[in-house]
């Protein structure tokens, strides 16, 4: 579904990602672990074209990603759920919602998705009305999981969802896209600090090292290997 | 005796001040909207404003609004057709002049831009000035409504002293101000446009990754702003006669009104512009009519010393 190949990018003259292939199937969970810098959301920047590359190739469902204008790539099904959560802060709980919804897709199946997201994450109907920027930390980041999933998204991408979560928070923030994946089959490409909970819910997992892909594969093969598991797992 | 024509004057006062205040409103609302959704300081929206007026002059006469509505109803007609078409302007000079140095392009530019918007508007605003002044020289126009001259008599309100007049252009105009106000307000508030307008300006890197084009939100903001100020102008010069030079005059209306509201709060900027008519109006009970744009001046020098965020300034609460 996603193909990255070859992808080249810098802000100065330093490459922050080089070379880096990465490739995630149709219904699939592909996490990518890496410590700070490793250049981790800039290839999500890069995919929604906020950082342009200097080499390499993107391509979604075969289409040229980026031959497409940025403000386009979310109606081709890309939804990105930024680190940071980066929500509106002066529109409301249901405007953000609203707001993920801006693609034609998001706008067609608005009804049954907001359903859906507040079945999902009940404190964001009793939130509905509070602006985004008074919300606790966890829940903004409800509020950006929403709002990516509002745009009906083929591809949801998710860059640290847990970062700056108390762990039993970060725990349930899991614990729903596990359960959203299970009842949807969304394919999910996901960034993580937690390399455990991350390798544990992926099928396919790559190890971003200073702008290069150093590993891949399957989850259970990651896990399994001695430099994961001292590096990143902590055994 | 003596106290009846001290109530009558401040009577009459109050209610030239809440008139204008109102068309004071409606032009700072233009400003606060390209200020609060794209962060630019727009040094030309007094000579948009101008050009507004002009735009007004031309609708009503030469383009038949006139033969079509009449003299009295066709001054106002003008005033609010000038919005469109000054949209259709400032649409462009922000698709071709204020997009290379505002929103996404911004990266690259010292300062943020700001330096570059500044000189950018400003050259704007030269450029508007004396193009009018080359088109249509330095003697005054107007579209004044034979209204400007008609007015309701309230009263008498205290024995057979106290009345207050109304002028009924003034009236109009101030009608028409409010209701373009209520009409924007709701845009911004309720309308997908409007919800996707304030994304653009609270977060333009997640508005990007909603599948919003910030640029072109900015645009539509640009215009609207524009829009808006002229439709102000076009009221004004339905009681007020203009030449080219006419924005320098009202700037430090819409700066002082945009500031008292709070930098970027749309409503803030209406309560703001309000508040400088009935200064300015209220002043005349005490000050020489050239003296009027000084007390707004200390006004606002008080107020912003006393309350630096405006009256319904969120400066605090956005990030
Ligand atoms: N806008 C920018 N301008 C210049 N350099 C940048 C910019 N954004 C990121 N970088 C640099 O690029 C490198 C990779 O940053 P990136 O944010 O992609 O890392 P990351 O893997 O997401 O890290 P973290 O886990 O801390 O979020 C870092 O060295 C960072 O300093
Ligand atoms: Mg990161």
């Known amino acids: 579904m996603l193909e990255i190949e070859g992808l080249t990018a810098a802000y100065t003259h330093v490459p922050v990602l080089e070379n880096v292939t990465i490739r995630v199937g149709a219904g699939q969970f592909v996490s990518i672990v890496g410590p700070n810098g490793a250049g981790k959301s800039t290839l999500f920047k890069t995919i929604s074209g906020i950082v342009t590359p200097l080499s390499g190739k993107i391509r979604f469902e075969g289409r040229d990603v980026l031959a497409v204008p940025p403000p386009q790539r979310a109606h081709m099904g890309i939804a990105h759920v930024p680190e940071g959560r980066q929500v509106f802060p002066s529109l409301s709980v249901m405007e953000n919602l609203e707001m993920g919804a801006y693609t034609e897709a998001g706008r067609g199946d608005w009804k049954e998705n907001l359903e859906k997201i507040l079945t999902w994450m009940p404190v964001l109907a009793e939130r509905r009305n509070q602006l985004a920027g008074t919300l606790s930390g966890g829940e903004q980041q409800m509020v950006a999981i929403g709002r990516g999933l509002a745009s009906s998204p083929k591809l949801l991408m998710l860059d640290e969802p847990s970062m700056g979560l108390a762990p039993a928070i970060a725990d349930f923030i899991f614990d729903k896209l596990a359960e959203i994946r299970s009842q949807t089959n969304l394919t999910i490409l996901l960034v993580e600090q937690r390399v455990a909970e991350a390798l544990q819910t992926a099928d396919h997992a790559y190890v971003l090292e200073a702008g290069r892909v150093v590993l891949e594969g399957t989850s259970e093969t990651l896990q399994a290997d001695d430099r994961v598991r001292l590096a990143y797992l902590g055994m | ?319």
């Open chain 2, 1 to 319: 005796m003596t106290a009846a024509i001290l109530i009558e004057n401040i009577l009459q006062a109050l209610v030239a001040g809440l008139l204008i205040g109102a068309i004071y409103g409606l032009m700072c609302v233009g400003l606060a909207l390209i200020f609060g959704i794209m962060r630019v300081i727009n040094f030309a929206q007094g000579d948009f404003m101008m050009a507004g007026m002009y735009c007004a002059f031309f609708i009503f006469g030469p383009f038949g609004i006139s033969a079509l509505f009449g003299n009295v109803v066709g001054p106002y007609v003008a005033a609010i057709l000038a919005g469109p078409v000054l949209f259709v302007a400032g649409y462009l000079v922000h698709l071709f002049l204020v997009s290379r140095v505002s929103g996404t392009n911004t990266a690259t530019l010292e300062g943020e831009g700001h330096y570059a918007q500044l000189i950018l508007t400003l050259g704007l605003a030269l450029i508007l000035t004396n193009g009018a002044m080359i088109l249509f020289g330095s003697q005054p126009f107007s579209v004044r409504s034979p209204l400007a001259i008609s007015a309701w008599e309230i009263g008498p309100l205290w024995g057979d002293r106290v009345s207050v007049f109304v002028n009924k252009s003034r009236t109009v105009s101030a009608l028409i101000s409010v209701a373009t106000i209520a009409a924007l307000g709701w845009l911004v508030a309720r309308s997908r446009l409007g919800k996707a307008l304030r994304a653009s300006a609270d977060n333009p890197t997640a508005a990007i990754y909603m599948g919003i084009d910030v640029d072109r939100s900015h645009r539509i903001a640009f215009g609207l702003g524009i829009a808006i100020t002229a439709i102000a102008g076009g009221l004004l010069a339905t009681n007020y006669s203009f030449h080219p030079y006419v924005g320098l005059e009202y700037v430090i209306v819409m700066y002082a009104g945009v500031v008292l509201g709070g930098m970027g709060s749309i409503m803030g900027a209406f309560w703001g512009g309000m508040t400088i008519g009935l200064i300015q109006q209220m002043s005349t009970l005490v000050l020489p009519t050239q003296l009027q744009n000084t007390a707004i001046f200390v006004i606002f020098l008080v107020i912003v010393f006393f309350r630096p965020q405006g009256f319904l300034g969120r400066s605090a609460e956005r990030t």
